[in-house]
């Protein structure tokens, strides 16, 4: 399968402070990222779409000036949580979707744990 | 609204079998997914159904019926390792996932 990665694994940083996340495709073009959060014992929840090229989308109650989502290339985006917060911790996956015709994969990177202390 | 429903845990015994089921409702279907998630770590692709009927993928096995919503998981053999949550996502008319809350499966020994 494809394979996606990201960096760091774990972040610790402290209130007030700004972390960048990256996330590549490492074997395929991914069209479409999507950025997730999970909080401990909840599901997924998803944060924002990007198609590369163009501005993130961003689903309900995310606020986008605080999540600055960046798809500069088919093979990488960037989620830099600004002025973190000790409830911005959480674990942070990201997914990229490379297409398929008529088969749309989603691919997950291994997870960024953030801890704002 | 969407909406995926799954049971919040479940408890088997190693080398038993257990059923993992998930109802939905959503706008359009294209597809349905099951995940592994190990705790700590991102959710690993199990298995894919878009058409009715079971799909066996070694120990796994998921089946889908479109026309009552229903999807399960079926997990045979069980090993301790297969400890997780597994999370059923259907994919909808505009291709995204939309997810369930996990399921968390003990396997006792």
């Known amino acids: 399968g494809a394979v996606v990665s990201q960096h760091p694994s774990r972040v610790i940083c402290k209130s007030g402070t700004s972390v960048k996340i990256e996330c590549r495709s490492l074997d395929f073009q991914a069209t479409t990222m999507f950025w997730y959060r999970q909080f401990p014992k909840q599901s997924l929840m998803l944060m924002a779409t990007s198609n590369e090229g163009s501005k993130a989308t961003y689903e309900q109650g995310v606020e986008k000036d605080k999540f600055l989502i960046n798809h500069a290339s088919l093979t990488l985006s960037t989620l830099t949580v600004t002025s973190a917060h000790p409830e911005d911790s959480s674990f942070y996956i990201c997914?990229?979707?490379?297409?398929?015709?008529?088969?749309?994969?989603?691919?997950f990177g291994p997870g960024t744990r953030l801890t704002v202390t | 609204g969407q909406n995926i429903d799954q049971p919040t845990e479940m408890t088997a015994t190693e080398g038993a079998i257990v059923q993992i089921n998930c109802t939905y409702q959503?706008?359009?279907?294209?597809?349905l997914f099951w995940y592994q998630q190990h705790a700590g770590e991102a959710p690993t692709f199990l298995s894919y159904n878009v058409l009715d009927g079971l799909e066996e993928k070694g120990r796994f096995s998921s089946f889908l019926s479109r026309s009552k919503g229903y999807s399960y998981l079926l997990l045979k053999e069980l090993q301790m390792k297969d400890s997780a949550s597994y999370l059923c996502?259907?994919?909808?008319?505009?291709?995204?996932?939309?997810w369930g809350a996990g399921t968390k499966l003990i396997i006792k020994p």
């Open positions: 996502a259907v994919r909808d008319s505009n291709y995204q996932l939309i």
């Open positions: 997914s990229a979707r490379g297409d398929k015709e008529g088969y749309y994969e989603q691919y």
């Open positions: 959503t706008s359009g279907f294209n597809g």
